[in-house]
């Protein structure tokens, strides 16, 4: 994974989308108001142009709440005290994320038909930030509220400050926490494995990291190499790890690999089999490209050969845990649910073809 700039780090934090109305918060007790509120609609602005449209949800909330302060600054709401403009902005603020709580189900079926698989994930984090702030301002607006019934005024200096320092706090705990918290995300995903996002055809439209699509079933198709090994008519099968998502514990080509996000397909075919028998060496060739879905997963099969009918070669692997299964004995045992489901559907083609010219070789 490529190391995430700084720039890139703020612009993919959802919770800095806060700032304009933290930047508002303390210009209210400098300036005039509608100075403070014209910088912080500025920020916003600024938001929606830089951040991406799935990253900046509370930009834009942030971005109507001025916009409703900026137009409302030309009616009575002008004449108010300052901290009452404040106390009502904010109101809006909390309003407008309230409504973007009811709408969470929407905003996630909209991005969900994003098939570039981060879309869903940064929309889940702008709302998540969303859903902070709502309630930290809820419970800002109800200590406010408890605090004018036994005090009765906000507008000496103590009450304006234990205000807005409190609101501050809020904020400014939402992006320490959301900030520390992609923090460590990140650095978890830099040593992330990341998988391509393909089509049947092939095409890549985007990434996803490993760990994630393995919770996610077959929502994701990615591309996987497997390699057969022959050796005189004979296919070399070994037990699936119990770790593996496909058919674990069932007997197929040991030789199975992911290709990587931006990886090379003949680099995933010699890792393929050099992890399996130390060896990268072993001359392969193309056979069928393939897709293959079920409940669990989904994949776009590039399916390889190696005939190795050199018993000293052959010998020469380092093999483990396997054996080679003839074609007879793998017929009989056909459909017991030995054999992982790839295996049998790639043995009805090389019976076909390579096993079938191998039995003529021996006539």
């Given at each position: 994974?490529?190391?995430?700039?700084?720039i890139?780090?703020?612009?993919?934090?959802?919770?800095?989308?806060?700032?304009?109305?933290?930047?508002?918060?303390?210009?209210?007790?400098?300036?005039?108001?509608?100075?403070?509120?014209?910088?912080?609609?500025?920020?916003?602005?600024?938001?929606?142009?830089?951040?991406?449209?799935?990253?900046?949800?509370?930009y834009?909330?942030?971005?109507?709440?001025?916009?409703?302060?900026?137009?409302?600054?030309?009616?009575?709401?002008?004449?108010?005290?300052?901290?009452?403009?404040?106390?009502?902005?904010?109101?809006?603020?909390?309003?407008?994320?309230?409504?973007?709580?009811?709408?969470?189900?929407?905003?996630?079926?909209?991005?969900?038909?994003?098939?570039?698989?981060?879309?869903?994930?940064?929309?889940?984090?702008?709302?998540?930030?969303?859903?902070?702030?709502?309630?930290?301002?809820?419970?800002?607006?109800?200590?406010?509220?408890?605090?004018?019934?036994?005090?009765?005024?906000?507008?000496?200096?103590?009450?304006?400050?234990?205000?807005?320092?409190?609101?501050?706090?809020?904020?400014?705990?939402?992006?320490?926490?959301?900030?520390?918290?992609?923090h460590?995300?990140?650095?978890k995903?830099?040593?992330e494995?990341?998988?391509?996002?393909?089509?049947?055809?092939?095409?890549?439209t985007?990434r996803?990291?490993?760990?994630?699509?393995?919770?996610?079933?077959?929502?994701?198709?990615?591309?996987?190499?497997?390699?057969?090994?022959?050796?005189?008519?004979?296919?070399?099968?070994?037990?699936?790890?119990?770790?593996?998502?496909?058919?674990?514990?069932?007997?197929?080509?040991?030789?199975?690999?992911?290709?990587?996000?931006?990886?090379?397909?003949?680099?995933?075919?010699r890792?393929?089999?050099?992890?399996e028998?130390?060896?990268?060496?072993?001359?392969?060739?193309?056979?069928?490209?393939?897709?293959?879905?079920?409940?669990?997963?989904?994949?776009?099969?590039?399916?390889?050969?190696?005939?190795?009918?050199?018993?000293?070669?052959?010998?020469?692997?380092?093999?483990?845990?396997?054996?080679?299964w003839?074609?007879a004995?793998?017929?009989?045992?056909?459909g017991?649910?030995?054999?992982?489901?790839?295996f049998?559907?790639?043995?009805?083609?090389?019976?076909?073809?390579?096993?079938?010219?191998?039995?003529?070789?021996?006539?």
């Amino acid at each position: 994974m490529t190391k995430i700039s700084f720039i890139d780090r703020l612009i993919k934090n959802p919770s800095f989308g806060l700032i304009p109305f933290l930047i508002y918060s303390f210009l209210i007790g400098y300036v005039d108001s509608i100075v403070a509120i014209l910088i912080a609609f500025a920020l916003s602005v600024l938001g929606l142009i830089v951040v991406k449209r799935n990253n900046r949800l509370v930009y834009d909330a942030s971005f109507v709440t001025f916009l409703i302060a900026l137009l409302l600054s030309f009616t009575s709401f002008s004449e108010l005290p300052r901290m009452n403009k404040f106390v009502v902005v904010e109101v809006v603020f909390a309003m407008i994320l309230t409504l973007l709580r009811l709408s969470k189900g929407r905003l996630l079926l909209i991005t969900a038909k994003d098939t570039s698989g981060s879309a869903e994930t940064h929309m889940e984090e702008s709302i998540r930030v969303a859903f902070q702030a709502q309630y930290g301002l809820t419970l800002h607006l109800f200590l406010f509220m408890i605090y004018l019934v036994s005090v009765g005024t906000v507008e000496s200096m103590v009450s304006a400050m234990f205000i807005k320092v409190l609101f501050q706090l809020i904020l400014l705990s939402i992006i320490v926490f959301e900030s520390t918290r992609l923090h460590i995300l990140t650095k978890k995903l830099f040593n992330e494995d990341w998988l391509p996002v393909i089509t049947e055809t092939g095409e890549v439209t985007g990434r996803v990291a490993k760990s994630v699509t393995k919770d996610m079933k077959n929502k994701f198709m990615h591309p996987v190499v497997r390699v057969a090994l022959m050796n005189k008519g004979a296919i070399y099968l070994k037990e699936r790890g119990m770790s593996r998502v496909l058919n674990p514990g069932k007997l197929d080509h040991p030789f199975e690999e992911y290709m990587e996000f931006k990886g090379e397909l003949d680099k995933s075919v010699r890792e393929s089999i050099g992890k399996e028998c130390g060896n990268e060496n072993i001359p392969v060739r193309f056979l069928l490209k393939y897709t293959f879905e079920n409940e669990i997963t989904k994949r776009l099969i590039l399916f390889y050969v190696a005939e190795i009918d050199d018993d000293v070669m052959f010998n020469s692997l380092n093999l483990q845990g396997g054996k080679l299964w003839t074609t007879a004995q793998i017929e009989d045992n056909m459909g017991l649910e030995i054999f992982s489901e790839c295996f049998e559907l790639e043995f009805e083609y090389l019976k076909n073809t390579l096993l079938l010219v191998q039995q003529y070789k021996k006539k």
